[in-house]
């Protein structure tokens, strides 16, 4: 079965970096988009970040571009999200998700990241 | 400001049938299909409905999705209190090339 398992998160201060990885298992990894999608304590659901198959293309919502990179490596069947400048808005469960393009169709079961001030 | 807009609360007994509205515009529901999620207290977003009116394996069909125009609609109908979630719309935007949600629905079984 599809199964996704983020780790990474943690505590940090305003200003640092973390990396989220969310490895896959189940499906052929190399043929599906992936997404960052993040929740903050309380709050509801908001997308951060797509990749494309082979890496080809990627997006940011605008509240962390130019901060947030996101990369896959299909040989280790791995999703990353490289977090840089963080700030304490970015304090957030952050979920990876299988795209198939028409639907966020498998959850991790999420990495919290908090930021301190 | 979510970008879909759904109510932040609804609430029904047991057995009742409840609807949860999600409103968004031509960028994304007037173009692409729409998607629900049920989350449980302390759990991941699971995928209850997707291109409009499908529903996954395992999901019961109690739960069933409509879609017209620009606006979109889950119903449950024989309301469980294991209902008892936030439920949140998505859809993909073409001119912000994101996915977007709506902000979600505590629905509460009395």
């Known amino acids: 079965q599809v199964q996704l398992v983020e780790s990474g998160g943690g505590l940090v201060k305003a200003g640092g970096s973390l990396r989220l990885s969310c490895v896959a298992s189940?499906?052929?990894?190399?043929?599906?988009?992936m997404s960052w999608i993040r929740q903050a304590p309380g709050k509801g659901l908001e997308w951060v970040s797509y990749i494309s198959t082979s890496s080809s293309s990627t997006n940011y919502a605008d509240s962390v571009k130019g901060r947030f990179t996101i990369s896959r490596d299909d040989a280790k069947n791995s999703l990353y999200l490289q977090m840089n400048s963080l700030r304490a808005e970015d304090t957030a469960v952050y979920y990876c998700?299988?795209?198939?393009?028409?639907?966020?169709?498998?959850w991790g079961q999420g990495t919290l990241v908090t930021v301190s001030s | 400001q979510s970008v879909l807009t759904q109510p932040p609360s609804a609430s029904g007994t047991p057995g009742q049938r409840v609807t949860i509205s999600c409103s968004g515009s031509s960028s994304n529901i007037g173009t692409n299909t729409v998607n629900w999620y049920q989350q449980l207290p302390g759990t991941a977003p699971k995928l209850l409905i997707y291109?409009?009116?499908q529903r996954p394996s395992g999901v019961p069909d109690r739960f069933s999705g409509s879609k017209s125009g620009t606006s979109a609609s889950l119903a449950i109908s024989g309301l469980q209190s294991e209902d008892e979630a936030d439920y949140y719309c998505a859809a993909w935007d073409d001119s912000l090339t994101a996915w977007v949600f709506g902000g979600g629905t505590k629905l509460t079984v009395l």
């Open positions: 189940g499906f052929t990894f190399s043929d599906y988009y």
């Open positions: 291109s409009n009116n």
């Open positions: 998700a299988r795209d198939s393009g028409q639907q966020l169709g498998n």
